[in-house]
């Protein structure tokens, strides 16, 4: 029953498909269904393929050279035609001798540029032909340079390919230029080279390629007074120069040479014995001689040595051409700059050099400086003091001319002293001028100056340093009057303080004790200050005049602090307020003379300077380091002693009287402290170099003003003083009136009455 179905299934779809149309791949035609040429559509397949048709179908098949992905594609499919690569078969698609260069949808087989090669590695490439591994290609006279697709071969010195860079160099005939070694040597060519024979009484100091230069030995001539060491080495530098110029070749290479000159300079300067200017203008100028014949013989381009005493360093350049560009040489203690055409000059031999040449501790003596004295026309009447601030240094070139050079040189200088040029202190650049045998500025110049270093500009070349120039400040007459008035005042006042609180007995006490000695501390100081502060013409009577000096004003911090610890006792203790004299007098006296002792011990030096019979600058620390910890002190005291007297002020039953005593008390030694400390703010300023006209008038001023203040703190504005001072002027004055009014009765009496005088007389008595 199935079986049934099914067929009547299937016969029923053919004759319903038989009855609508035909197949896919097929139209109908009449009454009879034929094939569809899909092909007719244009590009169906796209570029590079062909459409095939087929019986209900079709395919596309691509051209040769062109590979079909998927195969036989259609466009439902989506597939493409791709380009072959026909170099890059395993079968070689050209001959060994060709390359292969693929196109689109074929490849073509050519020859490699000139200078390269197939690379069988990779088929569609060249490689370059390295042409340098012939060691024929160039000889043996020049180094082969491969170049991609070519070669160069570079000459070496003395050989040449007259501008073929592909052929092989011959020796170059150097004589036929008669320039070569000028007219002072024979030319005499070699392979690849040549050498310049000097002439008798000429050199070239062994280089043996540059021009000869006459050699005057005579410039190494050993004087009878010459110091024993210095003859030695002009003795060895002769006899070198003198070996060079009759054989050309010195009996020691340069470097020897210099090694020897710099040890034996350094002996020299140890030794201690050039200062005068005779020997100093024979050792200076045999370092610059010296250098002339070691500079052209040191073969390194720069040499440098160093000993304990000596610095050197020297720069050498060779060459058929002359150098050119900036030079710069430098020491521990100095800088040089200039140019290779200054070192060179006109004149090149085939050679330069230059040296700089340091020296330290070497000194200078007074006789030394008259020259820039005389230059200088405004210094001749002020009374300067001159002084090396550098290290002396020698510069030496190969240019023979150096007198007047064509462009100046840099020097810059590096100050042995850290000090800026100010009113009283002033730089210049000297140069040794061996013909006065003294330092000259003549031809040198300042360029600019600072705390720590000079930079000089010079038109010759000698040897060089920094002059340090001490102005002595002047100080105007109104200074010195306001000075000397004022200590006068101060010490009139401090005397009369001294008096003062010595016989007042109603303030008799530990704190009157005090302001004495106070007084007696600050009354020795100003007396001292005012007498011996510009002794200085004695060395010793200056170190004890400073001496002096920091022991009375230490003293008189130190009891000013003795003054705040019984103020502080008196507020808050209530017995046993006073202090005993002996602690008094070893806080008072002893703490300052032990510190005066343990400075003088340390450092003797420190008391006494040029200007000033006080501690020296980098000394001051022993004055000011104790006066600070003082005042420190003191103002704790001070501050402790108002807060106890407020909290007494504001208690329900205070004794007001005590208090404000001791209130009036601790005001007046608060302004003593501010005026005190006050002056030495400004005190620690007076003696430095760099002290300002206005630092001196107000240290003048508060130091003037002190014991007057002192007088109206302590004894104007005490009224037990004031009452006491009453009491002295009324008897003095009572005193008067009644050895007046005694002498006035008694000529009356005898006048009127002369014959009774033993009955008055004795009544009187009576």
């Given at each position: 029953?199935?079986?049934?179905?099914?067929?009547?299934?299937?016969?029923?779809?053919?004759?319903?498909?038989?009855?609508?149309?035909?197949?896919?791949?097929?139209?109908?035609?009449?009454?009879?269904?034929?094939?569809?040429?899909?092909?007719e559509t244009p590009s169906l397949c796209g570029e590079n393929s062909q459409c095939v048709n087929t019986h209900g179908s079709y395919y596309c098949t691509c051209n040769e050279g062109f590979l079909s992905i998927p195969p036989n594609f259609t466009a439902s499919t989506a597939g493409e035609c791709?380009?072959?690569?026909?170099?890059?078969?395993?079968?070689?698609?050209?001959?060994?001798?060709?390359?292969?260069?693929?196109?689109?949808?074929?490849?073509?087989?050519?020859?490699?540029?000139?200078?390269?090669?197939?690379?069988?590695?990779?088929?569609?490439?060249?490689?370059?032909?390295?042409?340098?591994?012939?060691?024929?290609?160039?000889?043996?006279?020049?180094?082969?340079?491969?170049?991609?697709?070519?070669?160069?071969?570079?000459?070496?010195?003395?050989?040449?390919?007259?501008?073929?860079?592909?052929?092989?160099?011959?020796?170059?005939?150097?004589?036929?230029?008669?320039?070569?070694?000028?007219?002072?040597?024979?030319?005499?060519?070699?392979?690849?080279?040549?050498?310049?024979?000097?002439?008798?009484?000429?050199?070239?100091?062994?280089?043996?390629?540059?021009?000869?230069?006459?050699?005057?030995?005579?410039?190494?001539?050993?004087?009878?007074?010459?110091?024993?060491?210095?003859?030695?080495?002009?003795?060895?530098?002769?006899?070198?120069?003198?070996?060079?110029?009759?054989?050309?070749?010195?009996?020691?290479?340069?470097?020897?040479?210099?090694?020897?000159?710099?040890?034996?300079?350094?002996?020299?300067?140890?030794?201690?014995?050039?200062?005068?200017?005779?020997?100093?203008?024979?050792?200076?100028?045999?370092?610059?001689?010296?250098?002339?014949?070691?500079?052209?013989?040191?073969?390194?381009?720069?040499?440098?040595?160093?000993?304990?005493?000596?610095?050197?360093?020297?720069?050498?350049?060779?060459?058929?051409?002359?150098?050119?560009?900036?030079?710069?040489?430098?020491?521990?203690?100095?800088?040089?700059?200039?140019?290779?055409?200054?070192?060179?000059?006109?004149?090149?031999?085939?050679?330069?050099?230059?040296?700089?040449?340091?020296?330290?501790?070497?000194?200078?003596?007074?006789?030394?400086?008259?020259?820039?004295?005389?230059?200088?026309?405004?210094?001749?009447?002020?009374?300067?003091?001159?002084?090396?601030?550098?290290?002396?240094?020698?510069?030496?070139?190969?240019?023979?001319?150096?007198?007047?050079?064509?462009?100046?040189?840099?020097?810059?200088?590096?100050?042995?002293?850290?000090?800026?040029?100010?009113?009283?202190?002033?730089?210049?650049?000297?140069?040794?001028?061996?013909?006065?045998?003294?330092?000259?500025?003549?031809?040198?110049?300042?360029?600019?100056?600072?705390?720590?270093?000079?930079?000089?500009?010079?038109?010759?070349?000698?040897?060089?340093?920094?002059?340090?120039?001490?102005?002595?400040?002047?100080?105007?007459?109104?200074?010195?009057?306001?000075?000397?008035?004022?200590?006068?005042?101060?010490?009139?006042?401090?005397?009369?303080?001294?008096?003062?609180?010595?016989?007042?007995?109603?303030?008799?006490?530990?704190?009157?004790?005090?302001?004495?000695?106070?007084?007696?501390?600050l009354f020795i100081a100003d007396l001292v200050f005012l007498c011996g502060i510009s002794s200085t013409h004695d060395q010793v009577g200056c170190a004890i005049v400073a001496g002096l000096l920091h022991f009375f004003f230490l003293s008189a911090f130190c009891w000013m602090l003795l003054e705040?610890?019984?103020?502080?006792?008196?507020?808050?203790?209530?017995?046993?307020?006073?202090?005993?004299?002996?602690?008094?007098?070893?806080?008072?006296?002893?703490?300052?003379?032990?510190?005066?002792?343990?400075?003088?011990?340390?450092?003797?030096?420190?008391?006494?300077?040029?200007?000033?019979?006080?501690?020296?600058?980098?000394?001051?620390?022993?004055?000011?380091?104790?006066?600070?910890?003082?005042?420190?002190?003191?103002?704790?005291?001070?501050?402790?002693?108002?807060?106890?007297?407020?909290?007494?002020?504001?208690?329900?039953?205070?004794?007001?009287?005590?208090?404000?005593?001791?209130?009036?008390?601790?005001?007046?030694?608060?302004?003593?402290?501010?005026?005190?400390?006050?002056?030495?703010?400004?005190?620690?300023?007076?003696?430095?170099?760099?002290?300002?006209?206005?630092?001196?008038?107000?240290?003048?001023?508060?130091?003037?003003?002190?014991?007057?203040?002192?007088?109206?703190?302590?004894?104007?504005?005490?009224?037990?003083?004031?009452?006491?001072?009453?009491?002295?002027?009324?008897?003095?004055?009572?005193?008067?009136?009644?050895?007046?009014?005694?002498?006035?009765?008694?000529?009356?009496?005898?006048?009127?009455?002369?014959?009774?005088?033993?009955?008055?007389?004795?009544?009187?008595?009576?």
């Amino acid at each position: 029953m199935e079986l049934q179905w099914a067929l009547l299934v299937l016969g029923f779809f053919l004759l319903s498909t038989e009855s609508h149309g035909c197949g896919v791949g097929y139209i109908k035609k009449n009454t009879n269904c034929t094939d569809e040429d899909e092909c007719e559509t244009p590009s169906l397949c796209g570029e590079n393929s062909q459409c095939v048709n087929t019986h209900g179908s079709y395919y596309c098949t691509c051209n040769e050279g062109f590979l079909s992905i998927p195969p036989n594609f259609t466009a439902s499919t989506a597939g493409e035609c791709v380009d072959i690569n026909e170099c890059f078969d395993k079968t070689p698609a050209c001959p060994s001798d060709l390359v292969c260069v693929n196109t689109i949808g074929s490849y073509n087989c050519t020859n490699c540029p000139k200078g390269f090669i197939r690379d069988p590695k990779l088929n569609s490439s060249c490689k370059d032909i390295d042409e340098c591994k012939d060691p024929d290609v160039c000889g043996t006279n020049a180094d082969c340079k491969n170049l991609p697709g070519s070669f160069i071969c570079e000459c070496h010195t003395g050989y040449s390919n007259y501008s073929n860079n592909q052929s092989k160099c011959t020796d170059i005939d150097e004589c036929k230029d008669p320039d070569v070694c000028g007219t002072n040597a024979d030319c005499k060519n070699h392979i690849g080279s040549f050498i310049c024979e000097c002439h008798k009484g000429y050199s070239n100091y062994g280089n043996n390629q540059s021009k000869c230069t006459e050699m005057n030995c005579d410039e190494f001539k050993i004087e009878s007074d010459m110091q024993g060491k210095l003859k030695d080495i002009l003795t060895l530098l002769r006899d070198s120069c003198e070996s060079l110029r009759d054989t050309g070749v010195g009996r020691q290479t340069g470097e020897q040479l210099l090694e020897i000159l710099i040890t034996s300079t350094d002996y020299l300067l140890s030794d201690g014995n050039i200062a005068d200017s005779e020997t100093l203008s024979q050792f200076l100028d045999a370092v610059e001689n010296s250098m002339h014949l070691i500079g052209p013989q040191l073969k390194a381009p720069v040499t440098r040595m160093e000993t304990h005493n000596t610095f050197a360093e020297v720069a050498v350049r060779r060459g058929q051409a002359p150098p050119s560009g900036c030079v710069t040489l430098s020491t521990d203690s100095a800088l040089f700059n200039t140019s290779w055409e200054t070192v060179v000059g006109k004149s090149y031999p085939g050679f330069g050099f230059v040296a700089l040449v340091s020296y330290k501790d070497m000194e200078s003596s007074s006789d030394q400086f008259h020259t820039i004295s005389r230059e200088r026309s405004d210094d001749r009447e002020r009374n300067i003091t001159y002084q090396l601030n550098s290290k002396v240094v020698t510069a030496v070139v190969s240019n023979p001319e150096t007198k007047q050079l064509s462009e100046p040189v840099t020097l810059i200088f590096t100050h042995e002293q850290e000090r800026a040029e100010s009113e009283g202190v002033g730089y210049s650049c000297v140069y040794w001028n061996e013909a006065e045998g003294a330092w000259s500025g003549r031809g040198c110049e300042e360029a600019w100056s600072n705390s720590t270093h000079t930079a000089c500009s010079c038109s010759h070349l000698s040897s060089f340093a920094v002059l340090m120039a001490l102005y002595p400040i002047q100080e105007s007459f109104e200074l010195v009057l306001i000075t000397r008035v004022g200590l006068v005042l101060s010490l009139l006042c401090l005397f009369l303080c001294i008096l003062t609180f010595r016989f007042c007995r109603s303030i008799q006490g530990t704190r009157n004790s005090i302001h004495l000695h106070l007084s007696v501390c600050l009354f020795i100081a100003d007396l001292v200050f005012l007498c011996g502060i510009s002794s200085t013409h004695d060395q010793v009577g200056c170190a004890i005049v400073a001496g002096l000096l920091h022991f009375f004003f230490l003293s008189a911090f130190c009891w000013m602090l003795l003054e705040g610890v019984q103020l502080y006792r008196m507020v808050v203790l209530v017995f046993h307020t006073t202090l005993k004299h002996l602690y008094m007098y070893a806080a008072g006296y002893g703490v300052p003379l032990a510190i005066v002792i343990i400075s003088a011990i340390s450092y003797p030096r420190g008391y006494g300077t040029d200007r000033h019979c006080w501690l020296s600058l980098e000394f001051m620390w022993s004055f000011f380091a104790p006066v600070c910890i003082i005042v420190v002190l003191n103002s704790l005291f001070f501050i402790i002693t108002v807060w106890k007297l407020a909290e007494k002020f504001s208690s329900l039953n205070p004794d007001l009287s005590k208090l404000r005593n001791i209130r009036g008390f601790t005001v007046t030694a608060v302004a003593q402290l501010c005026v005190l400390g006050g002056m030495w703010v400004f005190g620690c300023f007076l003696f430095q170099e760099e002290g300002t006209q206005v630092v001196l008038y107000l240290f003048t001023i508060l130091n003037s003003l002190q014991g007057a203040l002192i007088f109206i703190m302590h004894c104007l504005l005490s009224k037990q003083v004031r009452e006491e001072y009453c009491k002295l002027i009324s008897r003095i004055c009572s005193d008067k009136e009644k050895k007046y009014s005694d002498f006035s009765t008694n000529q009356s009496s005898n006048s009127q009455r002369p014959l009774r005088s033993d009955q008055s007389t004795a009544e009187s008595k009576i």
